[in-house]
């Protein structure tokens, strides 16, 4: 008898657990938990539709590669600004942090507030271990007219360049364009036609060498 109550106890509590709706956060309240020391110091963390997300570690390649881009970014600074894996507000339930975020100039350098979606001109995304962030953040882009979005995708070592955000037929937000790049092939901003950035090749090793 006391197994077949310990077993509707447990369908019980299942039920009762499911029964509960995940919590939504606004940007408001995410920075208010973030201000009361909730989370680690060097955790990474986003707020993507009201959840909050964790980010995959940094690897070397990932790090690599947005270092190769940072520099040759540099060269937009007089017109824009590069941010590095800063927050970017696209509505009042999502604050990514991509690798990369060419914004509008502002004076001050946005101090009184993260770039909003109308100020990003590119966003660029690496994506070493999966492609988490192009199935759950591409569509968001899309949805928030994000002009232009770079995937440096280096599981199959290539760059996914996206542009004319729209609404598909289904309903989802998505890109009118895609094309893909291969290391060596050069790439190059809508924004800044002038700036012309060569693919690196960041494949894996092959360990037997």
Not at 108 to 115: G, I, M, R
Not at 122 to 144: F, G, M
Request: glycine fraction near 4%; include cysteine.
């Amino acid at each position: 008898m006391s197994k077949v109550l310990e077993q509707v106890e447990r369908e019980e509590l299942s039920a009762f657990i499911s029964s509960f709706t995940p919590r939504r956060f606004s940007v408001e309240e995410y920075h208010r938990i973030g201000k009361a020391g909730i989370f680690g110091e060097d955790e990474r963390i986003e707020l993507i539709s009201g959840r909050i997300r964790r980010m995959s570690p940094i690897g070397s390649r990932h790090s690599a590669c947005v270092s190769i881009l940072n520099r040759k970014l540099r060269a937009v600074e007089e017109k824009a600004i590069v941010r590095i894996q800063d927050p970017i507000i696209l509505n009042d339930e999502t604050e990514p942090q991509p690798d990369i975020a060419i914004v509008k100039f502002k004076a001050n350098d946005y101090a009184d507030s993260h770039p909003h979606a109308g100020d990003v001109l590119l966003i660029i995304e690496v994506a070493d271990t999966s492609l988490e962030e192009r199935d759950i953040k591409l569509p968001r882009y899309a949805d928030l007219m994000i002009p232009e979005v770079w995937i440096f995708n280096l599981i199959d070592n290539i760059v996914e360049i996206y542009t004319e955000p729209l609404i598909l037929a289904n309903g989802i937000p998505g890109y009118l364009m895609r094309k893909d790049f291969k290391p060596g092939e050069a790439i190059t901003p809508k924004a800044f036609p002038d700036l012309e950035i060569v693919v690196p090749n960041l494949a894996k090793e092959n360990p037997s060498n």
